[in-house]
């Protein structure tokens, strides 16, 4: 199934919605012998994670100095309430330790095998994170770069948890898993706006030189993540026209 397909038939299945009443739940797999990995930049609601099994590990988030870990103690909307307010906020990689720790529970449950997917190692230290854990791991570990972010590492992180179903992609082994995982996300790009470039331009995810020529004459920029990079895709006048182009 080409990646696009299965990205579409995903998302369905991601909003469908609460289930009818009386429709039945679907019977709950077995564990799977690969166990999936990913950090919380993937969008992935606890649920969504629950149901697939995948395991999350939280990036740091820092608010003036007063530190979180992604999606446990702090949400989405907390982070946006954090932003507006003013204060400033920055993000790490999560610590070598802790995708240890999820490699150890992945092994103690019974997987043969670990595939951690993350976001972009354009991006983040946290492919590299990874990296550094999968050399000590009590099992073997199979990390992905998905050159890829949000929904799109998202996308990546759950072709392989179906493809560790066996369901997909063919043989559920470590390797077929992460080249799943690698073809769905190298496949995404995704556009978006932002209020200020600021950010990005301090955490290095954007060049100066670009920042700066994305705001002359006070256009909106629209971005591009692709191919594991934050690029300057073109620049527009107001919000709406952004969003006729993204």
Same mark, same amino acid.
């Given at each position: 199934?080409? /990646?696009?397909? @299965?990205?579409? &038939?995903?998302?369905?299945?991601? @909003?469908?919605? /609460?289930?009818?009443?009386?429709?039945?739940?679907?019977?709950?797999?077995?564990? /799977?012998?690969?166990?999936? *990995?990913? $950090?919380?930049?993937?969008?992935?609601?606890?649920? $969504?994670?629950?149901? @697939?099994?995948? !395991?999350? *590990?939280?990036?740091?988030?820092?608010?003036?100095?007063?530190?979180?870990?992604?999606?446990?103690?702090?949400?989405?909307?907390?982070?946006?309430?954090?932003? $507006?307010?003013?204060?400033?906020?920055?993000?790490?990689?999560? /610590?070598?330790?802790?995708?240890?720790?999820?490699?150890?529970?992945?092994?103690?449950?019974?997987?043969?095998?670990?595939?951690?997917?993350?976001?972009?190692?354009?991006?983040?230290?946290? *492919?590299?994170?990874?990296?550094?854990?999968?050399?000590?791991?009590?099992?073997?570990?199979?990390?992905? !770069?998905?050159?890829?972010?949000?929904?799109?590492?998202?996308?990546?992180?759950?072709?392989?948890?179906?493809?560790?179903?066996?369901?997909? @992609?063919?043989?559920?082994?470590?390797?077929?898993?992460?080249?799943?995982?690698?073809?769905?996300?190298?496949?995404?790009?995704?556009?978006?706006?932002? !209020?200020?470039?600021?950010?990005?331009?301090?955490?290095?995810?954007?060049?100066?030189?670009?920042?700066?020529?994305?705001?002359?004459?006070?256009?909106?920029? *629209?971005?591009?993540?692709? $191919?594991? &990079?934050?690029?300057?895709?073109?620049?527009?006048?107001?919000?709406?026209?952004?969003?006729?182009?993204?």
């Amino acid at each position: 199934m080409a /990646p696009a397909a @299965w990205a579409e &038939r995903v998302a369905r299945r991601l @909003w469908r919605g /609460p289930r009818a009443g009386g429709e039945p739940e679907p019977a709950t797999p077995a564990p /799977p012998r690969v166990v999936v *990995v990913t $950090d919380s930049t993937s969008c992935l609601t606890a649920a $969504d994670a629950a149901e @697939w099994g995948i !395991d999350v *590990v939280p990036l740091d988030v820092a608010a003036d100095g007063e530190r979180f870990r992604d999606g446990v103690d702090l949400t989405p909307a907390g982070l946006v309430a954090a932003l $507006d307010a003013g204060r400033r906020v920055t993000t790490s990689q999560p /610590p070598p330790a802790a995708f240890a720790a999820a490699y150890e529970a992945a092994a103690a449950r019974g997987a043969a095998e670990v595939v951690s997917v993350h976001l972009s190692g354009e991006l983040s230290g946290t *492919v590299r994170a990874a990296g550094l854990a999968a050399q000590l791991a009590p099992l073997p570990v199979h990390v992905v !770069d998905s050159r890829s972010a949000g929904l799109g590492l998202g996308f990546a992180a759950l072709a392989a948890a179906e493809a560790a179903r066996g369901t997909v @992609w063919g043989p559920a082994d470590g390797a077929s898993v992460a080249g799943a995982a690698e073809q769905v996300g190298r496949s995404t790009a995704a556009w978006f706006v932002v !209020d200020s470039l600021d950010h990005l331009r301090r955490g290095g995810r954007l060049s100066a030189a670009a920042a700066a020529f994305g705001t002359v004459l006070g256009l909106r920029p *629209v971005l591009v993540l692709r $191919d594991g &990079r934050i690029e300057v895709a073109e620049r527009v006048r107001t919000r709406r026209a952004a969003a006729g182009r993204s």
